[in-house]
């Protein structure tokens, strides 16, 4: 299991034991995004859902406050995302990234989500906090190559493209997964025509536009050492 700690606007920190991870798929409001979105992962060799949305479990482990994802190959990217954490007494919303093989997705969507970890920002908030406005929240993703920052415009969009974090909420009570320590992200919005994914370094923000914060997160990929045998 991983532990992750969050810190709130107020100050207060708050620190969750991941016993449960889940990773949202397909799931835009807009059905024309879904399409864009399946169409993108037909040109890597995905084949389309036969379920819409889609909800993968994935090892708890994965859950990961880290500034580096160790890779096996060239072909792995990210994904901007949100995660909603369930505490003992609340829930948080952060921000994600959810870096997948492309290689193995071809094969199996479940497989590739659990070959990288899903990256969540330290920072947080209150979902009950920022309830009224959550469809104005905006979620952006910047990719880049080298040490500099990741400065290429990938993903951008509000919180309005995706399914409400109370769909999700309902989802979880349903399959009797709302508890402490569950950690679900939220699925992705399209991405940017012609700007390569397979990129080093990628950067995510959630920023609400009636408070000016923002909650980011950042990591660069690290490739393993070729395999012997």
């Not at 990217?77 to 492309?102: F, K, N």
Request: proline residues 6%; charged residues 20%.
């Amino acid at each position: 299991m991983s532990q992750l700690t969050f810190t709130l606007p107020d100050g207060t920190v708050e620190t969750v034991e991941v016993t449960t991870l889940l990773n949202a798929g397909y799931a835009g409001r807009n059905q024309e995004e879904v399409a864009s979105h399946i169409a993108e992962l037909a040109e890597l060799g995905v084949p389309a859902p036969t379920t819409i949305p889609a909800m993968y479990p994935i090892s708890p482990y994965l859950a990961q406050q880290t500034t580096e994802v160790f890779v096996q190959h060239g072909r792995t990217s990210g994904e901007a995302e949100w995660a909603l954490v369930i505490t003992d007494d609340d829930v948080l919303l952060t921000v994600a990234c959810d870096h997948t093989d492309r290689d193995l997705e071809v094969h199996s969507v479940a497989w590739s989500k659990n070959a990288a970890p899903d990256v969540l920002g330290t920072r947080a908030w209150r979902l009950s906090e920022i309830a009224d406005r959550l469809d104005d929240i905006t979620l952006t993703a910047w990719v880049g190559q080298g040490d500099g920052e990741p400065s290429t415009l990938i993903q951008t969009g509000t919180l309005a493209d995706l399914l409400a974090p109370k769909y999700w909420l309902d989802v979880l009570r349903e399959q009797g997964l709302y508890k402490p320590g569950t950690v679900l992200v939220s699925g992705t919005i399209s991405m940017r025509h012609g700007v390569n994914q397979f990129a080093d370094a990628w950067k995510v923000a959630l920023r609400d536009p009636a408070t000016a914060d923002e909650l980011t997160c950042s990591y660069r990929t690290v490739p393993m050492p070729q395999p012997i045998g």
